[in-house]
């Protein structure tokens, strides 16, 4: 069964941090790009970050370009999106999506989400 699993979302304060998880099953990372996504409540879904997998070049919004980073481990399957500096802004729901090679939007797969809350 094909599966994206995200996880490490939660509620944290404004300059906290936090790493969220997206753990890939049922097919192989290696030939996959991975892009996070947010949806905030009222608002459209709007892209984060992405890794592609054919050279390990990433992608960041404006809004979290220097806060987020991005990363990609095969061995374990799994991708990472480290968030520092977290902003009230930055809640939202986070996805991650699988992307054939580069990061061109076009997703094959797409994961559950998981609740990102930044709040005092």
């Known amino acids: 069964q094909v599966q994206l699993v995200e996880s490490g979302g939660g509620l944290v304060q404004p300059g906290g941090s936090l790493r969220l998880s997206c753990a890939a099953?049922?097919?192989?990372?290696?030939?996959?790009?991975i892009g996070?996504?947010?949806?905030?409540?009222?608002k459209e879904r709007e892209?984060?970050?992405?890794?592609?997998?054919?050279?390990?070049?990433?992608?960041?919004?404006?809004?979290?370009?220097?806060?987020?980073?991005?990363?990609?481990?095969?061995?374990?399957n799994t991708a990472y999106l480290q968030m520092n500096d977290l902003k009230p802004e930055d809640t939202?729901?986070?996805y991650c999506a699988a992307e054939p090679g580069t990061c061109l939007g076009e997703v094959d797969y797409w994961g559950q989400g998981t609740q990102v809350t930044v709040s005092s």
């Open 47 to 76: 892209g984060v970050s992405c890794i592609s997998s054919t050279d390990g070049s990433t992608e960041y919004a404006d809004s979290v370009k220097d806060r987020f980073t991005i990363s990609k481990d095969n061995a374990k």
């Open 92 to 94: 939202a729901v986070y």
């Open 36 to 42: 996070w996504f947010r949806q905030a409540p009222g």
């Open 25 to 33: 099953s049922g097919f192989t990372l290696d030939y996959y790009a």
